[in-house]
């Protein structure tokens, strides 16, 4: 028996029952004990692998404030450029920016940007159409495997 990983919503939620069920029967008559856990859904592996793609053409063809990023250190800085802007209109992330003390900064307070892998899908879909455009207004000129990460994004929704 292998692992068992499905997204039930509510549209999907009785068609998918019996499935579910009979895995856990499966796994409990193999196993005599299953673990069974339930999460919420996350920002999807379509929109990781887009955003990632999209920092990458982004971080190899801006400079930010005058500095040449990695695309590791681009990701940082416009995680935390995207919220900061949510949170001047208003609209935190759900996780926000954490603050710890600092002596280096003028406020004494130093930003830690919020991780993509907490974003909803919802966070996530806002981050990509930011990126589009933070991209957009700096000239960026996005490469085939963003055009290709894309259309997977979009099959996906």
């Known amino acids: 028996m292998s692992n ?15 499935q579910v069920n009979k895995f856990i029967r499966g796994g409990v008559s193999e196993y005599g004990t299953i673990v069974l856990t339930l999460g919420k859904v996350t920002r999807s592996t379509a929109q990781n692998a887009l955003w990632h ?13 005058g500095a040449e990023l990695t695309a ?10 995207f919220a900061f802007e949510l949170e001047r209109d208003q609209r935190p992330l759900k996780q926000g920016i954490k603050y710890i003390p600092s002596g280096k900064t003028e406020s004494g307070w130093m930003p830690i940007p919020p991780k993509t892998s907490q974003f909803d899908i919802n966070e996530g879909s806002e ?31």
């Open 4 to 18: 068992y990983s499905t997204k039930i919503n509510t549209e999907t939620l009785e068609q998918l029952i019996p």
């Open 53 to 65: 793609a999209q920092i990458s053409e982004i971080a190899k063809q801006v400079k930010f404030n």
């Open 72 to 81: 590791e250190g681009a990701k940082e800085y416009l995680v935390l450029v």
């Open 127 to 157: 981050f990509i159409e930011w990126l589009f455009a933070y991209g957009a207004e700096r000239h960026v000129r996005f490469n085939d495997d963003v055009a290709r990460q894309y259309d997977d994004y979009m099959a996906m929704q």
